[in-house]
């Protein structure tokens, strides 16, 4: 078992639908969870970053942070085409700046 | 774009051949960090730099080395490659050495090993 799992996908929806994006993760040490957002052919893109549990909105962005479920998870609302990209989360112990990736899972906005 | 540059973008070359890739970090960022991206692995941390010193070690290969220079840039070198190390290889940088930091990743260097 990975230490973070996320489904691939890709996850195919229309434009202006809410969009959920989610990691589990089995390393009770992790204390820092991002997400990043990756466009073909480009680098990974600070998405957003959270300490701990709880929820972080930032724009038509939220990330969720369930500690106790060992889960996390980016909504993203009113979805447009130009959010269509691979999303991974990422995830760090506290005292430390390496990150554990999840694979990614590939989102597609239609319009 | 976040700052970081990586050359060259693209690098064809072949099993058995040594090659190295440059990432100049963002201005005052003093950790460089490697990462290799491939299909089958996902995002994979290699090593981190820190105002020139090593300072973690991920999942390099020995084939692999890496060194920060005085100027801050970094260079990653891949020697007796094979086939398996076809990839994205990304460079990050932040400005601190440990705790809650901010990593911004370069555009990537795409190797080809054929």
């Known amino acids: 078992q990975k230490e973070v799992e996320q489904d691939p996908g890709p996850l195919s929806v229309p434009e202006g639908a809410i969009v959920s994006l989610n990691c589990t993760y089995s390393?009770?040490?992790?204390?820092?969870f991002m997400w990043y957002r990756q466009y073909s052919r480009k680098g990974p893109e600070l998405l957003m970053y959270?300490?701990?549990?709880g929820n972080k909105e930032d724009g038509r962005f939220t990330a969720q942070v369930d500690k106790s479920s060992k889960y996390i998870s980016l909504f993203i609302r009113d979805s447009q085409p130009s959010d269509s990209a691979t999303y991974l989360c990422?995830?760090?112990?506290?005292?430390?700046?390496?990150?554990?990736f999840g694979r990614g899972t590939s989102l597609i906005v239609h319009p | 774009d976040s700052g970081v540059t990586q050359t060259p973008k693209h690098l064809i070359t072949a099993t058995g051949q040594r090659v190295t890739l440059r990432c100049s970090p963002r201005?005052?960022?003093?950790?460089v960090y490697w990462y290799q991206q491939s299909l089958d692995q996902g995002l994979q941390f290699l090593i981190q730099?820190?105002?020139?010193?090593?300072?973690a070690k991920g999942n390099i290969l020995e084939r692999f080395s890496a060194q920060q220079f005085p100027d801050l840039h970094s260079e990653l070198n891949l020697s007796s490659l094979e086939l398996g190390d076809s990839a994205l290889y990304f460079c990050?940088?932040?400005?601190?050495?440990?705790?809650?930091?901010?990593?911004?990743f370069g555009p990537g260097t795409r190797l080809t090993v054929l």
């Open positions: 990050a940088s932040s400005g601190g050495l440990a705790g809650a930091d901010t990593q911004y």
């Open positions: 390393n009770s040490a992790f204390q820092y």
């Open positions: 959270t300490y701990s549990s």
């Open positions: 990422a995830m760090t112990p506290g005292g430390s700046y390496i990150p554990t």
């Open positions: 201005s005052g960022d003093l950790s």
């Open positions: 730099y820190y105002n020139g010193e090593e300072r």
